[in-house]
């Protein structure tokens, strides 16, 4: 298996590099692995695609739900050549991936100027007390929202995604 883990990583380094030397974003490659195969692969591509969330492990869990036609990736485990931050870690949770394994952590990433450290605690503050105001809007909106809600709930027999 260590075998194993190498190649994966040594992969999502490669991406790293790629991306980097690409000018697509910053220096951070990913892949998804289900046993020997890589069935994702992404590289930070937040310059390139103007997108915020184009992280390499994002790009590579996309790619990787795509391929497989299924946003569940049970079994797959992520290989990313950095602690992924908050954002990419839940996008791990919600695709269900099995373990994620990665090489230089959040404070290697702080020392070239990617500190998420701020998004770590503010996921800790109460919503009342964050720096991004979250308001909910008045009973009418939440229940226009609900309705939708509760008739995807009859419409689906209340599968859980």
Same mark, same amino acid.
């Given at each position: @298996?260590?075998? *194993?883990?190498?190649? !994966? @990583?040594?992969?999502?380094? !490669?991406? $790293?590099?790629?991306?980097?030397?690409?000018?697509?974003?910053? /220096?951070?490659?990913?892949?998804?692995?289900?046993?020997?195969?890589?069935?994702?692969? &992404?590289?930070?591509?937040?310059?390139?695609?103007?997108? /915020?969330?184009?992280?390499?492990?994002?790009?590579?869990? +996309?790619?990787?739900?795509?391929?497989?036609?299924? /946003?569940? *990736?049970? &079994?797959?485990?992520?290989?990313?050549?950095?602690? #992924?931050? #908050?954002?990419?870690? $839940?996008?791990?949770?919600?695709? +269900?991936?099995?373990?994620?394994?990665?090489? =230089?952590? +959040?404070?290697?990433?702080?020392?070239?100027?990617?500190?998420? =450290?701020?998004?770590?605690?503010?996921? @800790?503050?109460? /919503?009342?007390?964050? %720096?991004?105001?979250?308001?909910? @809007? &008045?009973?009418?909106?939440?229940?226009? =929202?609900?309705?939708? %809600?509760?008739?995807?709930?009859?419409?689906? $027999?209340? +599968?859980?995604?």
């Amino acid at each position: @298996m260590a075998h *194993l883990h190498e190649k !994966h @990583m040594l992969e999502a380094i !490669h991406l $790293a590099t790629k991306g980097m030397d690409g000018n697509h974003g910053g /220096p951070f490659g990913a892949v998804v692995a289900r046993g020997n195969e890589i069935i994702g692969r &992404g590289y930070n591509s937040v310059l390139s695609q103007n997108d /915020p969330t184009a992280h390499a492990e994002i790009v590579a869990i +996309r790619n990787a739900a795509q391929k497989l036609q299924n /946003p569940w *990736l049970e &079994g797959c485990d992520l290989y990313t050549s950095c602690e #992924p931050c #908050p954002m990419c870690l $839940a996008t791990a949770l919600w695709a +269900r991936i099995q373990n994620v394994y990665y090489a =230089a952590n +959040r404070h290697d990433a702080a020392e070239i100027g990617f500190d998420d =450290a701020q998004f770590y605690e503010e996921l @800790m503050v109460q /919503p009342a007390m964050r %720096m991004l105001k979250i308001e909910q @809007m &008045g009973e009418e909106y939440r229940g226009l =929202a609900r309705d939708v %809600m509760l008739r995807w709930k009859t419409e689906t $027999a209340g +599968r859980h995604y």
